[in-house]
């Protein structure tokens, strides 16, 4: 008898109009090659990468509209048309009256951090994520970890891990005073956490509680959509709104944002610093000639904000987001079958595989995740990232290694660029090296550079 049918299945809302090449190297060419980049994926050639999960960031497909922008570029050095049009998506989608584009997210949470932080200034957080904290704490501020302990911890369920914990903020704010609090930043999705989002609920009781004591919050609204899509799917009384006014809702509570726009937005490069508030909006304006070029253009051409614009217009849209974390959650779900563990509950822009468990007999001294993306490397030639000690950096007093509890392997997928097949092909490496992970040995680290080490840190083999 023929087998019923019990579900129906969900396909990407687009099809394929160009492709690029990649290549399959052997073993023995993978082997030399993470000798010669010092067992630290980014240090790798991208020409000797299979599939490439090192990141979401930069590395998405643009849409024909997007290229068909490029070509709209209005590449006039002051006033040009597409950053009006930019500016005018900035209004619409995150409902913030002021824009100053930025050539990346780092430059904005440069110059944020510029503006609104003293010396001796703490700035309270949902997880730090890497570049976010260096510039804070390069401004002169310490970051303090607030985020629910449930954060932490890989194997729990608890659908909103970006959670702020209110006990925690309140302690802190008890201890230093509310001077004291540069701003409050939030990030949804929690990268370091693994793709966590937090609940409109919680978002709503730390503003309320922050406005209370007049201190701002400050929204990292890199990948702000998926964490939009989660209260959809997740938050009782958001089932039938749409992502557009979830995103609305969310950036209404915040006096600013910043965004890498070579996430949500789907382009190669482009950042947004924006703000509701008219004092930091003229002092980021002053701020940008300094570094990024004319407030008009901030470090991009006419047609990158052209092309962001676009994106903005299909970032919202449910069914781009519904496949893309249907992608990686498709990636969890075979992962599971072999019993290879991540970060639960599935996230909304990589897998994160839990090297600690993993990699059970490794010290963390000897950077587990650092070791495991490197053996599914030369397995397959499937590049993912390290997200544990190495990520975590040195603590600026002590100068010891910060030994965080995620010691993780982040295999990330870029927007609207791997099938399904790519998908098998990963989880089968991941499978391989799993069921051979007793073998495995450590990594010493031979090079470290003074900031955001895991850029270019190189490991030698113990
Ligand atoms: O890479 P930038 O400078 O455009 O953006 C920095 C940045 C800020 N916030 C968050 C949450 C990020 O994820 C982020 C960059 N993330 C990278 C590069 C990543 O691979 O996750």
Known sequence: MAKKLTKRSWAEPFKIKMVEPIKMTTREQRVKAAKEAGYNTFLLKSEDVYIDLLTDSGTNAMSDRQWAGMMLGDEAYAGSRNFYYLWDNVKKYYGMPYLVPTHQGRAAEHMISKILIKQGDYVPGNMYFTTTRLHQELAGATFIDVIIDEAHNPISEHPFKGNIDLKKLDKLINEVGAKKIAYVCMAGPVNMAGGQ?????????????????????????????????????????????????????????????????????????G??????????????????????????????????????????????????????????????????????????????????????????????????????????????????????VVSSGRDPVTGDHRYPKLELVRLTFPRRVYTQAHIDVTVESVAEVFENRKKIKGLEMVYEPKYLRFFQARFAKI
């Not at 409109?200 to 702000?224: G, P, Q």
């Not at 509950?345 to 963390?364: C, N, S, T, V």
């Not at 599914?376 to 997200?387: L, P």
Request: proline share 3%.
């Open 197 to 269: 989002p937090f609940s409109m609920a919680n978002l709503k009781e730390v503003y309320e509680y922050c406005k209370s004591h007049k201190i701002k919050l400050w929204f990292d609204a890199t990948r702000a959509t998926e964490n939009a899509y989660f209260i959809k799917e997740r938050e009782k009384g958001y089932a039938d709104k749409s992502i557009e006014q979830i995103l609305k809702e969310i950036c209404s509570y915040f006096e600013g944002l910043w965004v890498s726009a070579k996430k949500d937005l789907m382009v190669n490069i």
């Open 271 to 388: 950042g947004i610093l924006a703000t509701r508030n008219k004092k930091v909006y003229e002092e980021a304006r002053n701020m940008v000639v300094i570094y990024e070029g004319l407030h008009t253009y901030g470090g991009l051409a006419g047609r990158d904000m052209e092309a962001m614009a676009i994106g903005m217009e299909e970032m919202v849209q449910y069914d781009n987001i519904k496949a893309r974390i249907g992608q990686v959650e498709y990636c969890g779900r075979q992962l599971e079958k072999y019993g290879v563990p991540f970060v639960r509950p599935i996230g909304g822009h990589a897998i994160f595989l839990d090297a600690k468990r993993i990699l059970a007999h490794l010290p963390q001294s000897q950077f587990p995740a650092q070791t495991l993306a490197a053996e599914i490397y030369v397995d397959s030639g499937v590049r993912g990232m390290e997200r544990g």
